[in-house]
């Protein structure tokens, strides 16, 4: 065996994932994982409806599904007192935690890691050394030790956490929040507060099969410091009406808080047909929890500002972004595209000329075993700055087959191939990643 063979070899072995199921909820209902993921944290059409529910499931359900019943916080009788008597509420049997560990690795001239969808850190100084030749890296081994948390708190309240360790930032709070339901049905209405990923794609890495982050959300254009990221600080309303049309709007800080009294705000609405209603309500999956045959279509849009330092001042540059999407689903395949284009006022420092990027998103994953996922991704981003021709296009496309190794133990190998404008198009990295939650 070849040394450089024996070197991709071990490169991999690990890489860095962000893993986002629960197994907390594993344990309150006694069930698997693949009840709500294809693989986690990919979700099946159930895992989606019982996310929208606040982490219950569908029409009362776990009224019989769970099978660790809450500690009750006071009785119904104070329900009919209220506001007289505190209403009554209840807490998890025990402490709703999960934990996570996921690993590094990777060989390649450029590295995508779950924090950034960038080179990896130091690697453009080994560009200037080396060039483009690949390279190994084996310091982020066990890259992230992530716990999670979630759960209800009664009939009309949830909760979810997430907190990370290690990785770009020694301590991320990466999600806190609560939502509200105060309707019978929690998909009426949700309220939730905190810091969360807004509902704008209808694609995340939180609930995609590929950990690393997106470069539909995360490439800044120009000097903007701006990239819609997963953890934004703010307040959202959403719900489902008529058992298939989605919403959500919000209102979250921007990239300066502090400066703009205003915040920025989005938007988005979606209709699913055919499958299971996107509330769950009265619908069940086909044949394997994973299956559906269904097609949704959303829009969203996203008004804010961003600061730029300049020389001298600071620079403000407004900004709109609207996009479209659609996932589509029939039986072991699924397809999720998304298209949007971001005008902003004053992109680059110094410069009043204002400008446009147009981004793309495309995946598709096929179900070829209960426990082997094939999916291909491929993103791509393009600008037009003032009255100048578009540029040519940055582009990666990655292709992946995910493992099952245990419901709550994956493996992932990944091979990306991209270009950068004027360059050709190149290998850029080839990985094998592991996720291990408890």
Not at 32 to 55: D, I, M
Not at 392 to 403: H, P, R
Not at 411 to 432: I, Q, S, Y
Request: aromatic share 10%; proline share 6%.
């Amino acid at each position: 065996m070849s040394r450089s063979f024996f070197a991709l070899l071990v490169a991999l072995l690990c890489f860095p994932r962000v893993a986002h199921a629960l197994p907390t909820f594993a344990r309150k209902y006694e069930t698997s994982c693949q009840t709500c993921h294809v693989a986690y944290p990919k979700l099946t059409p159930f895992g989606e409806a019982f996310r929208w529910n606040g982490y219950r499931f569908p029409d009362h359900g776990d009224d019989t599904a769970q099978k660790r019943d809450p500690v009750e916080l006071g009785n119904d009788a104070q329900k009919e007192r209220w506001p007289k008597a505190v209403f009554p509420g209840s807490i998890p049997w025990d402490a709703p935690i999960s934990l996570v560990l996921s690993g590094a690795a990777g060989y390649g001239p450029e590295f995508e890691t779950h924090h950034h969808g960038t080179v990896m850190a130091g690697m453009e100084e080994t560009e200037e050394e080396h060039g483009h030749e690949p390279q190994l890296d084996l310091s982020t081994m066990v890259d992230m030790f992530g716990v999670r948390t979630g759960g209800t708190l009664g009939d009309h309240v949830s909760f979810l956490g997430a907190v990370n360790l290690g990785g770009m930032a020694l301590v991320e709070i990466e999600r806190a929040n609560v939502v509200f339901s105060p309707f019978a049905r929690p998909t009426d209405l949700r309220i939730k507060v905190g810091i969360f990923e807004p509902e704008l794609h209808g694609v995340t890495i939180h609930r995609g099969l590929f950990g690393h982050m997106l470069r539909l959300t995360t490439t800044p254009y120009g000097d903007s410091p701006w990239t819609p990221e997963m953890s934004q600080s703010g307040l959202e309303l959403s719900g489902i009406a008529a058992h298939r049309f989605g919403w959500a709007a919000g209102v979250v800080e921007n990239e300066t808080p502090g400066v703009y009294l205003a915040k920025d705000v989005y938007g988005r609405a979606f209709v699913k047909l055919g499958g299971m209603p996107a509330d769950g309500t009265g619908g069940t999956s086909a044949t394997a929890a994973w299956r559906d045959r269904s097609f949704t279509l959303g829009a969203s849009v996203y008004n804010g500002r961003a600061q730029i330092s300049t020389d001298t001042s600071l620079q403000d540059d407004p900004f709109t972004r609207v996009g479209v999407d659609a996932h589509a689903m029939y039986d072991d395949l699924s397809v999720d595209v998304v298209a949007a284009r971001e005008w902003h006022d004053s992109p680059y420092a110094g410069d009043s000329t204002d400008g446009s990027m147009d981004r793309l998103y495309a995946e598709v994953t096929w179900v070829a075993l209960p426990v082997v996922f094939p999916s291909l991704r491929l993103e791509a981003s393009r600008t037009t700055d003032g009255t100048a021709d578009p540029s040519e296009a940055t582009w990666l496309a990655v292709g992946a087959v995910t493992g099952v190794v245990r419901p709550n133990v994956l493996l992932r190998g990944m091979v990306g191939v991209g270009a950068e404008p004027g360059e050709e198009p190149g290998f850029h990295f080839a990985t094998l990643n592991y996720s291990i939650a408890y």
